[in-house]
């Protein structure tokens, strides 16, 4: 997104803000495309994909009155809407649980990855990383800050904790 798309996009979200619907269909034409990317690579399915998509800017619409007016990356809030709308999708009884098929090397009865032993066998820090970044939506500098260790370090842990939990090498 370029500095003027970006201004576009925060004048919008002000006014989204606001409650001017005009805004929605902005903020829509905005960011929808790279949102719709971001869901459809968590969720594999376009029409997966759409529902999350779908889910966002309604509730976007439905919270327009808490929209931070100022001092806030709009495309990021949108997308951990977006993200939050997926996981909820994903681990929803309609979805048929489909999130191991999309695993590399999935176990084969799905204890290791899915079972409650999972988390438990990552160390406090590592489970702190894994939840901040994946359910609390903390960036990586956000993580590091918080922690007191460098980004660097922060992202190649989670990188490992992925790999390791989805079958890849170490």
Not at 82 to 101: K, M, V, Y
Request: hydrophobic content about 40%.
């Amino acid at each position: 997104m370029n500095s003027g798309e970006r201004q576009q996009l925060n004048d919008a979200m002000r006014a989204l803000g606001e409650g001017h619907g005009e805004a929605m269909r902005q903020v829509f034409a905005l960011t929808s495309p790279k949102i719709y990317g971001k869901v459809v690579a968590l969720l594999k399915t376009p029409e997966l994909a759409q529902r999350a998509l779908s889910a966002t800017y309604l509730k976007l619409w439905k919270n327009h009155a808490s929209i931070p007016p100022t001092g806030c990356d709009y495309m990021h809030f949108i997308a951990a809407m977006a993200h939050q709308a997926a996981i909820d999708i994903r681990f929803s009884d309609t979805s048929n649980g489909e999130l191991l098929p999309h695993v590399p090397n999935p176990p084969s009865d799905a204890a290791g990855l899915m079972g409650s032993s999972a988390l438990n066998e990552l160390s406090e820090a590592d489970r702190d990383m894994l939840t901040a970044a994946y359910l609390k939506f903390e960036n990586i500098e956000q993580i590091a800050s918080r922690t007191g260790v460098s980004a660097s370090d922060v992202r190649a842990r989670l990188t490992q904790i992925v790999s390791i939990r989805s079958g890849g090498a170490q």
